[in-house]
């Protein structure tokens, strides 16, 4: 997947307080620190870019500037509830969750799964590059059917 695919969907489609401010070094390490795992390079971009956010209804977790980790907190919860130890939550979608699976690392990335509740588990894309495109495009494209997407002039 193309970065300048995302960035250009974000830049037509985003608004300006879509995004937190960019994550720090310093607040990457506590993520991984904090959820003892190794975050793939696709989303540390994500969140060096964005930190927390995401454009038509779509919400990546992250970190914010105020110092809150959605990220850490949502995977935390969903640990309580069986969430193995390897997967971070980075999209909470109710009936499912969207998360990294950080146990299958290859090359500095690893596959983006679904993981409900009842501890059923399947990947859907395999990397955080292709899910966020695919997340973004298809929340534009939903929203355009019904009329209700508007381009940026930026």
Known sequence: ?????????????????????RASDKQISKIEQDLDVILPNSYQWFLKHFGHGGIAGVEILGTTAMGVYPVINATIYCRRYNLPPSFVLIENVDEWVNCLDTARMNNGECPVVSWDRFGNSRIKYDNFYDFLFDQFRQAVDNLDEEGLVLKNDR
């Open 1 to 21: 997947m193309s970065l300048n695919k995302i960035i250009e969907l974000i830049n037509l489609y985003g608004e300006k307080d879509d995004f937190s401010e």
